[in-house]
T-cell receptor, first 115, second 110 residues
Framework: DAGVIQSPRHEVTEMGQEVTLRCKPISGHNSLFWYRQTMMRGLELLIY????????DSGMPEDRFSAKMPNASFSTLKIQPSEPRDSAVYFC?????????????FGPGTRLTVT | DAKTTQPNSMESNEEEPVHLPCNHS???????IHWYRQLPSQGPEYVIHGLTSNVNNRMASLAIAEDRKSSTLILHRATLRDAAVYYC???????????FGAGTTVTVRA
């Protein structure tokens, strides 16, 4: 299996620009997570999808952030407009929730730099 | 959320065992104990999890105290590739959330 795929791996953009991060979960998984990691705040859960439906978006920092999952094999995280404080590594993870087991498989991350 | 306490850092020599402690005194009966690790410049990686009994897999062993208020992740023979941040996380059996703390940074000396 290819694992969770994220693109791009690195993104450098200017403040005010729109940024779109992409994720392809592991085939057959029914749950998808977006996380953000910074030195100051560590690893934070932004949003959780189950069967393509957003279940918990309480971690989304503000309205500038939005996430979609149009089908079981693709998700996007969009920031519009971007700000320097959005600079972080963004991880996507997927999981198959079954029998109360919930191992999450993380992608390699997208390092976002907003100047 | 139930909380865990881990040492900030640990050092080990290559090919020696590493014992990583985790305290979780407020654990509830339905909380699973999960361990993940994050190698440099990579996403977190699942290591092992357990509920009440000790668990072994190809990566590590998990020893859970009888009262479940603490646990220890055991890497039997550390290699340089095991240098990473190790996270001990409690997850309620009916919940999807993993709350990552600061973890323990493990350094392996050659």
């Amino acid at each position: 299996d290819a694992g969770v795929i994220q693109s791009p791996r690195h993104e450098v953009t200017e403040m005010g620009q729109e940024v779109t991060l992409r994720c392809k979960p592991i085939s057959g998984h029914n749950s998808l997570f977006w996380y953000r990691q910074t030195m100051m705040r560590g690893l934070e859960l932004l949003i959780y999808f189950n069967n393509n439906v957003p279940i918990d978006d309480s971690g989304m920092p503000e309205d500038r952030f939005s996430a979609k999952m149009p089908n079981a094999s693709f998700s996007t995280l969009k920031i519009q407009p971007s700000e320097p404080r959005d600079s972080a590594v963004y991880f996507c993870a997927s999981s198959l929730y079954r029998d109360r087991k919930y191992e999450q498989y993380f992608g390699p991350g997208t390092r976002l730099t907003v100047t | 959320d139930a909380k865990t306490t881990q040492p900030n850092s640990m050092e080990s020599n290559e090919e020696e065992p590493v014992h990583l402690p985790c305290n979780h005194s407020t654990i509830s009966g339905t909380d699973y104990i999960h361990w993940y690790r994050q190698l440099p410049s990579q996403g977190p990686e699942y290591v092992i999890h357990g509920l009440t009994s000790n668990v072994n897999n190809r990566m590590a062993s998990l020893a859970i105290a009888e009262d479940r208020k603490s646990s220890t992740l055991i890497l039997h023979r550390a290699t340089l590739r095991d240098a990473a941040v190790y996270y001990c996380i409690l997850r309620d059996g009916d919940d999807y959330k993993l709350s990552f703390g600061a973890g323990t940074t493990v350094t392996v000396r050659a």
